[in-house]
């Protein structure tokens, strides 16, 4: 675990929704270490390229599009290293983690205890070390060693897309987050200063390849190109088309008179150094465990679920796994019961967790699914979608808070647990 905060800013950040920050404030992590290194974004701006909403002689600056504004801030965007780092100088100020470094090789149960044990190997005195639990919990990301070793079943999903990452500097501050779904798949500007943002690009994997190759000046030109360049599909001229342009002109005419503002992007000017590179890629996929617990053990975040990156909710949707799983484990304490047990592992934690997660999870996969529909009509249906829901307020709330994972954290229920 890191003992200081990077000097440099890393390739991937995280965005905390005001739940999370809560969450991290009642562990005393946010206002002492987060909160003077994150940037509080308050408006989110998303639209889609090919979009047939382009008012006639104007430019992609008055596409149909959805926003969404919080005047207290809709979150803030921090380097996922910062985390990391806050956690552990927290940790070693209190003392309430011990970390051991090395590698788990062998899980077992042992039923006269009633206790898992983890078999650990030292990797520099190459020694093993044994470890008995009465509930082990396996927060080890996507790749999960224990996950397999347990044989928990789960289904994935590749997708044919990594996701490009870099930091940019812009021309201009900005509090607003950009996303934008083109052909290829979404590209989002986040904010990490009022001159920085980080760049999350999910495209398919030739091209997020070629993206790591390309000179800065290049990549700047391209960033750039595909945030502003306007992808609408040229169609050739029948009555139901014709139809089709005529309503969206109206309608994206009609949001505009209704106070619709230009999207003002913010020109990307530089591209920054960051560690260990300046730029990179992450392979993509949907992942969702069958079940989130076994007898003495229980998975938690990227290790039970992934998510596509476009929605942002990876980190506070296991956030969310860590506050339920404490009631689980805060239940089985106050009644006297067993904290490992299937019953009270999977009544209390599993039975509330993983249905909210498999309606998001299924939610953003089939949300991805027709922004990547390249077709007439499927365009026609998201411009139209997109010029409504932006003037119909109950639904883009709705909306709002489903994106923001908001109503899933108050799906949970109940008080925040003792210590949280």
């Keep these: 675990m890191p003992t200081s905060f990077p000097e440099k800013a890393g390739l991937r950040t995280v965005a905390l929704i005001p739940s999370s920050i809560n969450l991290l404030k009642r562990l005393d992590l946010f206002d002492d270490y987060i909160e003077g290194r994150s940037y ?28 969404f ?35 788990v090789v062998k899980v077992s149960k042992d039923p006269t205890q009633a ?22 919990i396996a927060a080890d990301g996507p790749q999960s060693p ?16 990594r996701a490009f990452v870099c930091s940019v500097r812009t021309k201009n501050p900005s509090t607003t987050a950009y996303q934008r779904f083109l052909k290829t798949g979404p590209i989002a500007l986040l904010p990490t200063s009022a001159n920085t943002s980080n760049i999350i690009w999910s495209t398919n994997s030739d091209h997020a390849r070629e993206l790591e190759k390309m000179s800065d000046t290049v990549l700047i030109s391209t960033i750039n190109d595909s945030l ?45 150094p960051s560690v260990p590179v300046n730029r990179g890629s992450f392979p993509l996929r949907q992942l969702h465990c069958h079940s989130y617990v076994a007898e003495n053990f229980a998975l938690i975040g990227d290790a039970a679920h992934c998510l596509h990156p476009f929605a942002g909710q990876g980190v ?9 799983l404490t009631r689980a484990i805060q239940y089985g304490l106050e ?83 003792e210590g949280f």
Aim: charged content about 20%.
């Design 115 to 136: 206790t898992r044990q983890l078999a650990i190997l030292d990797p520099k005195t190459k020694e093993t070390q044994t470890i008995s639990s009465k509930l082990i």
């Design 335 to 417: 009644h006297g019961l067993d904290i490992g047990s299937t019953h009270v592992l999977k009544s209390k934690y599993h039975d509330i967790q993983h249905p909210i997660n498999e309606a998001t999870i299924t939610g953003l996969h089939y949300l991805k699914g027709f922004f990547e529909d390249n077709s007439n009509t499927a365009s026609f249906i998201r411009g139209l979608g997109m010029a409504t829901v932006n003037r119909f307020f109950p639904v883009k709330a709705y909306i709002h808070d489903f994106a923001s994972y908001k109503m899933t954290l108050e799906k949970i229920g109940g008080e925040t647990p």
């Design 146 to 161: 224990l996950r397999h070793m347990l044989n928990i079943p789960h289904d994935i999903v590749q997708y044919d897309q």
């Design 40 to 67: 509080t974004f308050d408006s989110m701006k998303v639209w889609d390229s090919s979009s047939l909403f382009h008012e006639e002689g104007k430019s992609d600056e008055h596409v149909a599009r959805v926003d």
């Design 69 to 103: 504004y919080e005047p207290d801030g809709m979150g803030v965007i921090v380097d996922n290293n910062v985390v990391n780092a806050a956690i552990a100088l927290e940790n070693e100020r209190c003392k309430a983690f011990q970390f051991m470094q090395g590698k």
């Design 228 to 272: 502003l360049r306007n992808e609408t599909n040229q169609l050739s001229s029948n009555v139901f088309i014709d139809s089709m342009k005529f309503v969206a002109n109206q309608v994206s005419s009609l949001a505009s008179s209704e106070g619709a503002h230009p999207l003002h992007v913010p020109e990307v000017d530089a591209i920054l």
């Design 316 to 324: 506070n949707v296991g956030f969310s796994d860590a506050v339920a």
